[in-house]
């Protein structure tokens, strides 16, 4: 017979979830409150039986493995999948049976899955916000694509992270996030820079 208790065990096994994204999506997200499913969860299903989905890993690593990305990785939201699964049915997920554990391109991928477009409220789980690279902007004479494209959401990333007090961190070579103290000046130099003078 199984026992309610070991069903709540059960479901709070997820560990912590990462969600890898532009700095252009985040500013989105930190600003509507809310990760949603899109148009491009929906190619999992048919066109009369759409699968919409958020993709999560479990990978810490994820940016470094060698695969195909449409969009470049600059950051990523760190969730409590454990509380995330009392709300959301989270299961694995690889797009072949190439995505093997060990190798290059392994993904350690975690979907929450429905029919219905899919809202999930990050307050109510992000643990914090990753830092994969930081962006320089170019000198009066240089020029650089990554400014062109990311700059500006770049610099409102920053803006809307102080302004939600949402823990923000820099990843190190092992994807493990490098502790506050010892990046403190970095960011007062980088949030002076876009807090207007009072």
Known sequence: MIRLIDLLREAKQVGILYHYT?????????????????????????????????????DKVFHKSDRYLQK???????????????????QPYAQSNDFKKGTADFEAEETIQSNNPIVVPIQNYLIRVDVLITLKEPEKYDYSVDWDYYGKDYMEFFKVVKQKNIEINMVDKNGNPIPYKEKQSIWQRLLKSITPNN
Request: aromatic share 8%.
């Open 22 to 58: 532009t700095f252009t999506a985040a500013v989105n997200i930190l600003k509507s409150g809310r990760l949603k499913s899109n148009l491009e969860g929906a190619n999992r299903g048919t066109l009369t039986n759409p699968i919409h989905s958020i993709s999560f890993t479990r």
């Open 72 to 90: 470049p990785l600059h950051c990523r939201f760190v969730f409590d999948g454990d509380k995330m699964s009392d709300k959301f049915k989270i």
